[in-house]
Structures are given as structure tokens and as C-alpha cells.
Nanobody, 113 residues
Framework: QMHLVESGGGLVQPGGSLRLSCTAS????????MNWHRQAPGKERKFVAG????????VYAEAVRGRFTVSRDNIKSTVYLQMTSLKPEAGAVYYC??????WGRGTQVTVSS
């Protein structure tokens, strides 16, 4: 059973940057593709970015491509989401998932001046 804990959320000004982390335990982390998703208030949860188990392949939602970067450290059992040029509409609870079977509780990102 994979246990995921996200961190790194907070308040950031528009145009700013933030790096989220998601640390896994209870599993063979390197065996899982990992994903980031976000859910804004009153809206459905949406896929943001994904990375293959070995880290060699990544995929991004159109809304974040070129500004967000997903990476992973299989030694540390951690996946990251580097977010740059943040826009107010990026404010949401960000979740990581192991495949689509295991989910963390999320970390809040607020983009506001």
C-alpha cells in the first residue's frame, strides 16, 4: 500500500514560483508512474503532470506546459512539481497519485497578490 504525503504549498504572488514535493512510503516507489493533479474550489479535479516510473517520460496538461516541470528522485521516493510563472487560476489543492490507485491528501496552493 502506497502512502503519499504532499508538501510545499503556500501563498505565492502571481508570476512567482513554488516547488511541491510528494514523498511515498510503504511501496516500491520506482515501480510506479506518478502524477500531479489539482482541484480548485467548486471544480473537478484535473490532471496536471505525470512522470514514468524511471523518470524518462513526462506529460503535461496544456494549461501548464512550459511553466511546470515534474521530476522524481527514486532514491528519496519523492516526486516534485516545479511551478513557475504562476497565474491566479493555478490556485488549487494539488494532489499527487501513484498511478491512479493511490492518492495523497493534497497541499494548498494560493496565487494572489
Amino acid at each position: 500500500q502506497m502512502h503519499l504525503v504532499e508538501s510545499g504549498g503556500g501563498l505565492v504572488q502571481p508570476g512567482g514560483s513554488l516547488r511541491l514535493s510528494c514523498t511515498a512510503s510503504g511501496c516500491t516507489f520506482s515501480g510506479y508512474g506518478m502524477n500531479w493533479h489539482r482541484q480548485a474550489p467548486g471544480k473537478e479535479r484535473k490532471f496536471v503532470a505525470g512522470i514514468s516510473s524511471g523518470g524518462g517520460s513526462t506529460v503535461y496538461a496544456e494549461a501548464v506546459r512550459g511553466r511546470f516541470t515534474v521530476s522524481r528522485d527514486n532514491i528519496k521516493s519523492t516526486v516534485y512539481l516545479q511551478m513557475t510563472s504562476l497565474k491566479p487560476e493555478a490556485g488549487a489543492v494539488y494532489y499527487c497519485s501513484g498511478g491512479y490507485d493511490y492518492w495523497g491528501r493534497g497541499t494548498q496552493v494560493t496565487v494572489s497578490s
